[in-house]
């Protein structure tokens, strides 16, 4: 389907700067208000989105799992409290890297005190599970990779799959369930004729729909692609860079 050379179609064309209008920084404002349903469940997003990358880059700078569930906790504890959001300016550029130069800040103060932060000491208390947790770290490469390269990779895994998931319920949305569970593998990459022949046969299609339905598939694919990141840099100048950063993360 597709080229056939394996290789990515081009993504489409940057999004205009209305895409801008609601944002992760718009997000992490709206998550050190005043404490109102809104302001939680704009931190529970967060929380869903950057929690484990964040535990992961604790994990990896030498913490044990409790210490790092207690400093992730403590890291979006402080910013509901708006000590955090409080610096928040979307010129400066990502949110993930305003996040992670948060994190380190907020880790910095953190070894300066005597007794580190403990669940739900007078802090909002985001719950996560650790044991969850826990067994996707014990899959992360065992060899000396950095920090900030896991949290790279973490982060340009957790955006894909949030991709993933919304495109899912979008076929589902529509009747077209066992099309997408057909076809999701090939998003990124063409599969060989005799695997082409057998996914169209298997969905009842002829090779040609099936191939119609892919390219179809893959420009929504990457138009979610597009939105997600849009919602994470100041720019619309700024997608397309974030999306090559995001596919080196994961080669690496």
Known sequence: MGSGNGQQAPVPPAATSDSFATTRWTLVLTAGGDG???????????????????????RRRGHDPDAAQDLTQGFFARMLERDIVATADRERGRFRSYLLGALQHFLA?????????KRGG??????????TAEQRYALEPSHDETP??????????????????????????????????GLKAYLVQDPADATQAAAAAALGMTPGAARV???????????LLREQIAQTVASPADVDEEIRDLFVALRR
């Open 122 to 131: 007078g802090h909002t208390t985001i719950s996560r599970d650790l044991e």
């Open 36 to 58: 109102s349903t809104r302001s939680r469940d704009a931190m529970a997003e967060l929380c869903a989105l950057y929690w484990y990358p964040l535990y992961a880059f604790i």
């Open 213 to 223: 339905a892919l390219h179809r598939m893959r420009v929504r694919y990457r138009g």
């Open 148 to 181: 900030e390269r896991l949290f790279d990779k973490r982060w340009a895994s957790t955006v894909l799959r949030l991709v993933l998931a919304e495109l899912k319920a979008e076929f589902e949305a529509e009747g077209k369930a066992e099309q997408f569970e």
């Open 109 to 117: 103060d953190e070894h300066d005190r005597e007794h580190a932060l």
